[in-house]
């Protein structure tokens, strides 16, 4: 009886648990307040840029999207930060986007869509998932997307913002985040 006790109670607990993920990997999403998961990402030309040294010029702007190769809500959406670096240079927020595109894939779109903003590159997805914001409904060539997400950080490492909506086709402005990070030290 206590063997089938402990297999009820087991197989609950997996029940509760996102559907392939083991209990020792179930990490909590990155919240205001927090430190910043530390990542060292390849960028659209091939160099290493690390969290640190974004944060070591001041304030970040860290915004999460799906592709900048096949998510037309992502390209219009860099293309809009794009336009907008001006004011986001004069509040000193740099703007890096982060996706599981490959650097190659990067380059290309940079070069097609004319962005100069900083593009990392997070294959295999583990700076997404070290922010909590993987989506795990996702198939085929969407496995290891992020829910889009702008996450801002301060000079020390701390997040000051989260900015989400639900579901991936409305995203943060580069209004909303310049609102958001108004308050920002």
């Known amino acids: 009886m206590k063997i089938v006790s402990t297999l009820v ?8 648990l ?19 998961p ?8 091939g160099a290493k840029v690390s969290l640190a040294d974004l944060t070591a010029s001041g304030k970040v702007a860290l915004v999460f999207f799906r592709s900048a190769d096949w998510c037309p809500f992502c390209i219009a959406q860099l293309k809009e930060l794009q336009e907008s670096l001006p004011a986001f240079e004069a509040a000193g927020i740099e703007v890096v986007g982060i996706s599981y595109d490959s650097v190659d894939t990067l380059a290309k779109s940079a070069a097609k869509h004319g962005l ?4 990392l590159s997070d294959e295999g997805s583990k700076t997404i998932d070290a922010f909590g914001i993987r989506n795990h409904e996702a198939k085929g060539k969407g496995v290891g997307v992020p829910h889009p997400a702008v996450f801002l950080v ?8 989260k ?17 958001a990070a108004h308050g920002m030290k």
């Open 116 to 119: 100069t903003l900083a593009l």
């Open 9 to 16: 109670m087991l197989a609950a607990t997996a029940a509760l």
């Open 38 to 45: 530390a990542f060292t990402l390849a960028d659209s030309r």
């Open 154 to 161: 301060d000079s020390k490492g701390t997040i000051t913002a």
């Open 163 to 179: 900015l989400m909506h639900e579901g991936h086709r409305t995203r943060p402005t580069p209004g909303d985040i310049l609102a």
């Open 18 to 36: 996102p559907f392939g993920v083991a209990a020792d990997t179930v990490k909590p999403a990155a919240e205001v307040g927090a430190r910043a």
